[in-house]
């Protein structure tokens, strides 16, 4: 496993790490989860990716437990605030990050996240009241750096003009051979003032993995069937994109890769990429996608790939 440097930290962060969404504390068993989390550290990955809203605390009550008896300096533990954990607790109000923040770590049973993360933008909250809030979390050792995900560049530029505030050292953004929008300015902007990108779904919503056939219904189990995606993945299973990743296959056998593998080395290619986020519901997933940091791939196959990939998206949204 290699590690990256997160931004204009200290921090240094394994270049694939363990994401929590849709899986642990909710659809995944608390066995196949705790055995994913030790895999993970066996492949020495030290970079775990967490939010109050996976589960609505679930996914933070299982982390707490599974990392007990570890030790806190032996991994980076990160989680988020912004979206609704009842009816009147959502944004980023000074009175929500200071409510949230708190149950986290009650959840997590430690006394500080390595990175406290902004989940969205809340428009509905002054800037400035946010940074604020977020930069005494710091102030009070209960984050030690603080991230975004998802912002526009505008406002987070804005962030970046304002004095007396802690700096981002983070930026989580949607990133993958089928979803390439953060290079138009978040990759930059963020590039220019010591911001890493952590990025999410890496795969495609596991399109990349190549396990969803062109010509027949997603299989039962798969993400794509589950509630929790119905409609948000339309774009990414349209037949021709389907067939377009399937024919990324023999490019990543090429660089003697899987494509799961080829993918997130795709990822893995941009320097102001610290880490791509996996998520894994058996060790063996894990161990296969750990098997991509540090690899070598021919820039002529990346770029195969993304002419074939570019096209078929073309198709689909015209």
Known sequence: MKYRKLGDSDLEVSEISLGSWLT????VEADKARACLEESFEQGINFIDTANVYGRGAAE????EALQGRARDSYVLATKVYFPM???????SRAQIEKQIDDSLRRLRTDYVDLYQCHRYDWDTPLEETMEAMTR????????????????AERIQAALDMTGV??????QPQYSLLWREPEDEVIPLC??????????SP????????????????PVGTRATSDEMSGYMDRLLQP???????????????????????????ILREPNVASAIIGASRPSQVQENAAASGVVVDTQLFVRAEQILDEALAGATA
């Open 24 to 27: 642990y504390g909710v659809g």
């Open 166 to 171: 802690a700096k981002f050292v983070s930026s």
């Open 86 to 92: 009842s009816d009147t607790d959502h944004g980023l």
């Open 61 to 64: 009550t299982f982390l707490g």
């Open 240 to 266: 021709d994109v389907l067939r377009a990743v399937q024919r990324l296959k023999p490019i990543a056998e090429e660089a003697g890769l899987t494509l799961p593998q080829f993918a997130l080395a795709w």
């Open 137 to 152: 979390v710091v102030d009070s050792g209960k984050a030690r750096y603080i991230g975004f995900s998802e912002w526009p």
């Open 191 to 200: 590039a220019a003032n010591g911001i890493s990108q952590i990025v999410w």
């Open 203 to 218: 795969l495609g919503q596991g399109v990349l993995s190549g396990k969803y056939d062109p010509d027949r219904p997603p």
